[in-house]
Nanobody, 115 residues
């Protein structure tokens, strides 16, 4: 069973930066495709970024050129580096691990962008 633990959230001012981490256990991390999603109360969960097992990346248009997803297979961790943060980036951020036939969610970490 894959377990995912996000960390690194908090309060940041508009224009600031933050890095989220998601540590995985219980599975061979290198074969997982890893995603970041985000969600605000009353809204649908929104896909943010993907890094495949082969380290190909893709981003939602809303975060392209501001966010960077990366992975460290030796640490079984995926990262989301966020720059030029905007108030509309405020959300609970979740990592989502995918292997053939199964997907796993973390518990989420709150990011608040506010002055």
């Amino acid at each position: 069973q894959v377990q995912l633990v996000e960390s690194g959230g908090g309060l940041v001012q508009p224009g600031g930066s933050m890095r989220l981490s998601c540590a995985a256990s219980g599975m061979i991390f290198s074969i997982l495709n890893m995603n970041w999603y985000r969600q605000n109360p009353g809204k649908q969960r929104e896909w943010v970024a993907l890094i495949t097992s082969g380290s190909s990346v893709n981003y939602a248009d809303s975060v392209k050129d501001r966010f960077t997803i990366s992975r460290d297979n030796a640490k079984s961790t995926v990262y989301l580096s966020m720059n030029s943060l905007k108030p509309e980036d405020t959300a609970v951020y979740y990592c989502y691990a995918v292997k053939p036939g199964a997907g796993y969610w973390g518990q989420g970490t709150q990011v608040t962008v506010s002055s």
